[in-house]
């Protein structure tokens, strides 16, 4: 359909593929990187709610992807690194899940959190499923919110005062595009449509967004 498109005198924008061809440009996203950032997050929130932890005690889940496409299997992979960066993670879960929604979301954390009652920390592959995570943490009996922290790889704007407040556990994302995608994707498709010069290739920015994690910290 694109070479068609392209046949026809039609320039063809791809949001957002691995590789340029068959499009005229695209807008990428690393998703490796992606899901680095998510991992440093955790860290960061590990370090600051449990400074006093030993290495390989805080107990920690990811609800990712790792079978997915090419995109959510990258994100996965850099959720991974959260074991080479963190030395206080004790990675008791890693499931490999389909389907993006908060209920998928909450049955995950549901099975994770039933078989490791005292996992503290999630990076969940969506938005949709980091909702859903937080839903099955405030289910918890006589649960605080402060001792736990839900990541995700990618934001749902919605959600940002949620995630900013401290007051929830979903407590970081990744705006992908920043907080400005839609100017970004207009400036591209306007340069397109006049003929000017453009990119082919647009890296899109990835602004980690979390709460002050060092409110947190135990007094």
Same mark, same amino acid.
């Given at each position: 359909?694109? @070479? @068609?498109?392209? !046949?026809?005198?039609?320039?063809?924008?791809?949001?957002?593929?691995?590789?340029?061809?068959?499009?005229?440009?695209?807008?990428?996203?690393?998703?490796?990187?992606?899901?680095?950032?998510?991992?440093?997050?955790?860290?960061?929130?590990?370090?600051?709610?449990?400074?006093?932890?030993?290495?390989?005690?805080? @107990?920690?889940?990811?609800?990712?992807?790792?079978?997915?496409?090419?995109?959510?299997?990258?994100?996965?992979?850099?959720?991974?690194?959260?074991?080479?960066?963190?030395?206080?993670?004790?990675?008791?879960?890693?499931?490999?899940?389909?389907?993006?929604?908060?209920?998928?979301?909450?049955?995950? !954390?549901?099975?994770?959190?039933?078989?490791?009652?005292?996992?503290?920390?999630?990076?969940?592959?969506?938005?949709?499923?980091?909702?859903?995570?937080?839903?099955?943490?405030?289910?918890?009996?006589?649960?605080?919110?402060?001792?736990?922290?839900?990541?995700?790889?990618?934001?749902?704007?919605?959600?940002?005062?949620?995630?900013?407040?401290?007051?929830?556990?979903?407590?970081?994302?990744?705006?992908?595009?920043?907080?400005?995608?839609?100017?970004?994707?207009?400036?591209?498709?306007?340069?397109?449509?006049?003929?000017?010069?453009?990119?082919?290739?647009?890296?899109?920015?990835?602004?980690?967004?979390?709460?002050?994690?060092?409110?947190?910290?135990?007094?």
């Amino acid at each position: 359909a694109i @070479e @068609e498109a392209k !046949a026809a005198g039609i320039m063809v924008m791809g949001v957002p593929p691995q590789k340029l061809a068959p499009f005229d440009a695209i807008m990428h996203t690393s998703q490796y990187e992606d899901g680095q950032k998510v991992a440093k997050m955790a860290c960061d929130f590990i370090e600051a709610k449990y400074p006093d932890a030993a290495d390989g005690s805080v @107990e920690t889940a990811i609800v990712g992807a790792a079978s997915s496409n090419v995109g959510m299997n990258l994100r996965d992979k850099g959720y991974s690194t959260i074991t080479d960066i963190c030395p206080k993670v004790k990675l008791v879960a890693h499931l490999d899940i389909s389907g993006d929604s908060i209920p998928v979301g909450q049955a995950a !954390a549901e099975n994770v959190l039933t078989a490791n009652p005292n996992v503290k920390v999630f990076l969940g592959q969506s938005t949709a499923h980091a909702q859903g995570i937080a839903n099955a943490i405030k289910a918890l009996p006589g649960v605080n919110v402060d001792e736990y922290a839900v990541f995700a790889g990618d934001m749902d704007p919605s959600q940002i005062p949620v995630v900013t407040s401290c007051k929830d556990p979903y407590k970081g994302c990744v705006a992908i595009g920043g907080t400005s995608l839609d100017v970004a994707t207009y400036e591209q498709v306007k340069k397109m449509l006049q003929g000017v010069e453009y990119p082919n290739i647009i890296n899109d920015q990835l602004d980690p967004i979390a709460c002050d994690f060092t409110t947190l910290a135990p007094k």
